[in-house]
């Protein structure tokens, strides 16, 4: 089982389509439970956003990247037996104003739709009023602000802002996703950052279903 988890992470490094679907059905097949394989996935993106990084990849290979987890998410869902699952509140997702990367976005909410989170996507460069209809209308709990750019910074501490002013932000809990970190997370006014999906399915769970805060640690 391990030596498929290892090949996975490799595979979706190199953006070898065709062994990442071949793999995935080996392990489910091996009764290797879904989230760990998309876990491998999600290791096997950040190596491609690394080598991005590095100018050894392009934006066509982050894109691509995007369109084989969004695959591999579309067979692990029709494999899926769907037994007791835990009803959470809506969480709204959006990446911020004046940014227009949703690859993490996309990832993190396909994660969490599988893990039985109702997630209302607002897609890129989204301006603060809208963050606040879709809070409104689904009464949602959790906003999670996502950018990839500095400008992004202004525009989370701006929707935030929105928040106070329209009586919302008592309520809500604000996570902020991307290129962040503690810095970035105090100037926004944000409650807590995240820098991988594992990390926010944790925050959400912890908020929606055990009604408690947790430590920051990464």
Not at 13 to 34: C, F, H, S, W, Y
Not at 54 to 79: H, P, R
Request: hydrophobic letters at 40%.
């Amino acid at each position: 089982m391990l030596k498929i988890q290892k090949m996975l992470v490799g595979a979706m490094a190199r953006l070898d389509e065709t062994m990442v679907m071949n793999l995935v059905k080996q392990g489910l097949q091996m009764g290797i439970n879904p989230y760990v394989l998309l876990e491998e996935i999600r290791i096997g993106t950040d190596r491609v956003g690394e080598l991005y990084s590095k100018g050894e990849y392009f934006l066509s290979d982050l894109i691509m990247a995007s369109e084989i987890f969004k695959d591999v998410l579309t067979l692990v869902n029709q494999d899926r037996v769907v037994t007791a699952v835990v009803s959470y509140p809506t969480v709204v997702f959006g990446t911020v104003e004046d940014d227009i990367h949703d690859i993490g976005k996309n990832i993190t909410t396909g994660i969490m739709r599988y893990n039985g989170f109702d997630i209302c996507d607002l897609g890129v460069d989204v301006p603060g009023p809208k963050f606040i209809e879709a809070i409104e209308q689904y009464n949602s709990r959790v906003v999670c602000l996502t950018g990839l750019i500095t400008e992004a910074f202004d525009s989370m501490k701006n929707t935030i802002a929105l928040l106070k002013e329209t009586g919302l932000r008592s309520r809500t809990t604000v996570i902020i996703g991307g290129l962040v970190n503690e810095s970035v997370k105090n100037y926004t006014g944000a409650d807590y950052w995240a820098t991988d999906c594992t990390k926010v399915n944790e925050l959400c769970r912890n908020i929606l279903v055990n009604n408690k805060r947790i430590m920051q640690s990464s």
